[in-house]
């Protein structure tokens, strides 16, 4: 049962465009959701998160829009850079200890 | 920076051996996990664990599998008798009072 969704495996933008990232989720009981970057033979980093009482969060290039009727988040990276080439996760939790992780995106830059 | 560490960083293994992975969480953290990440596929979750007992376990985690904090710094998951289609990237994470969980770089397990 996969609970948290990331339909497009793959997406490549040019340097300096934006990057949209998209997920879903199926559990209407998740409060909180986080943006993971991970480089290969690395670990996933946290990049950004959002409460489910928020719409919107913004961190210097990076913005999560959350979607709860729509059960929709989204990570905005704009200016996109080269380094920003990654897979990127988004994780759900809802309470408990155990976090969801969708199959993630891997977001290339064309510089 | 503090940082989550994970050692080895690859495991060669025939299969039916043990292997146990180690890590060292970020030293003030209170909750620890461990996820795997089969090739290509998502980063699933397998164990939490909190004040030296299992918290939460996900059907993945079976009787072959066992964590244990020995000695308050390593975490380990322990894989008594492994299978081929445990092949995979094993990572750790740690976790304060916050939610963020740390993640370490991964040990990569060859099951042959």
């Known amino acids: 049962d996969q609970q948290v969704k990331q339909n497009s495996p793959s997406l490549s933008v040019q340097e300096g465009r934006i990057s949209i990232l998209n997920c879903d989720y199926t559990?209407?009981?998740?409060?909180?959701f986080l943006w993971y970057k991970k480089y290969p033979a690395e670990g996933p980093t946290f990049l950004i998160s959002?409460?489910?009482?928020?719409d919107k969060n913004e961190d210097g290039r990076f913005t999560v829009f959350l979607n709860k009727s729509a059960k929709h988040l989204s990570l905005h990276i704009v200016p996109s850079q080269p380094g920003d080439s990654a897979v990127y996760f988004c994780?759900?939790?809802?309470?408990?200890?155990?976090?969801?992780f969708g199959t993630g995106t891997s977001l290339t830059v064309i510089p | 920076e503090p940082e989550v560490t994970q050692t080895p960083s690859h495991q060669v293994t025939q299969m039916g051996q043990e292997v146990i992975l180690r890590c060292v969480p970020i030293s003030n953290h209170l909750y620890f996990y461990w996820y795997r990440q089969i090739l290509g596929q998502k980063v699933e979750f397998l164990v939490s664990?909190?004040?030296?007992?299992?918290?939460?376990k996900s059907e993945i985690f079976d009787d072959q599998f066992s964590v244990e904090r020995p000695d308050g710094s390593n975490f380990t998951l322990k894989i008594r008798s492994t299978k081929l289609e445990d092949s995979a990237m094993y990572f750790c994470?740690?976790?304060?009072?916050?939610?963020?969980?740390?993640f370490g770089p991964g040990t990569r397990l060859t099951v042959l």
């Open positions: 664990f909190y004040n030296n007992e299992i918290s939460e």
């Open positions: 994780a759900a939790f809802g309470g408990g200890n155990q976090f969801y």
């Open positions: 559990n209407s009981m998740f409060d909180y």
């Open positions: 994470a740690s976790s304060g009072l916050g939610i963020e969980q740390f």
């Open positions: 959002i409460s489910s009482i928020k």
